[in-house]
């Protein structure tokens, strides 16, 4: 049997393709892979969650999305911030790594990884809620002090992870200090990175670009005649 698609249908076949791969090459407002210790960055606005740049090192100009996760550490927006790890846990009060420090937990990264992936946006309030969910996972305030739906959020961690999950997936800590010889601590950050995209992901997107630009082509071709 013969079947013929019309061009309507194979532009929308290649551009299916092209988001579908897109979407797995990078969370939104997330660090890429490749993002290092070593590199500087400044927290620019918010105060739960915080929108990053960063300064120098490696992925030097990314833009993130970050929250705090220690409640009672300080920083001042805009200012330079040196990236002493990117780890599992933050820093201990000696501000030292990683000697008694506090790894995150995995209801934090469960629910990051969530909010990461856009479940919660439906709900106004989502990101102070959330800064006050993550607070408390980490044992920075009492279940009694967020709102319901903050609190729902931890139901919601502590579920996944009674169900099994024990993993930290992409979400990760920047251990961050005020100055370069990493001697005054300022604070630990929450933040995403980039998953590593797969060698099938990158041929997906080339083969839907392909094809939308070949597709193009023949129909101006056709107008041309």
Known sequence: MNVIFSYKQLMRGALACVVLAGSQLAFAQ???????????IKLN???GPFNGSVVSGASTGASFESFCLEKLEYMNIGQNLYVQGVTFATTNASGTYP??????SYQT???FTQYSNGAYNANANVKTDMQNAFWHLED?????????TAQSYVAAANTAVTNGYASYGNARVL???????YSMHSQDQLVMLAPVPEPETYAMMLAGLGLMGAVARRRQTKKSA
């Open 175 to 181: 251990n961050l200090y005020k100055d370069a010889s």
């Open 140 to 148: 920075e305030v009492a279940l009694s002090a967020l709102s319901s």
């Open 109 to 111: 990264a469960w629910l």
């Open 30 to 40: 997330s660090l890429p892979s490749g993002f290092a210790a070593g590199s500087v």
């Open 99 to 104: 000697t008694t420090s506090d790894p995150l």
């Open 45 to 47: 606005s918010g105060s």
